[in-house]
C-alpha cells in the first residue's frame, strides 16, 4: 500500500453498544426489510460488502440475511 491508500470500515446498520465498563457488544439491527442507503462516490472506490452472515451473531438475530446492491453510474 502506498502513503495515498485509505482503508476505512463503515457499518452502516449494525447496532452496537458501549457499557459503562468500556464493554462493547454487538446487537440485532435496527434495520427493517425496506431500509436502505444511498452513497455517491466522487472518485474511484473499491469496496466490500457484507450482510453479516455470522451464525453466531447478534447482527442478523443469529441467521444469515439477503443483500441487494444497486450500481448506477452517472454520466
Do not use: Q, W
Request: aromatic residues 6%.
Amino acid at each position: 500500500m502506498s502513503g495515498d491508500d485509505v482503508i476505512d470500515i463503515f457499518n452502516v446498520f449494525m447496532s452496537a453498544r458501549l457499557d459503562a465498563e468500556g464493554n462493547f457488544a454487538i446487537e440485532p439491527s435496527r434495520a427493517t426489510i425496506n431500509d436502505y442507503i444511498d452513497l455517491r462516490a466522487e472518485m474511484d472506490v473499491l469496496a466490500a460488502i457484507s450482510a453479516c452472515p455470522a451464525e453466531d451473531s447478534p447482527t442478523n438475530n443469529h441467521r444469515s440475511a439477503p443483500l441487494g446492491i444497486k450500481i448506477f453510474e452517472v454520466h
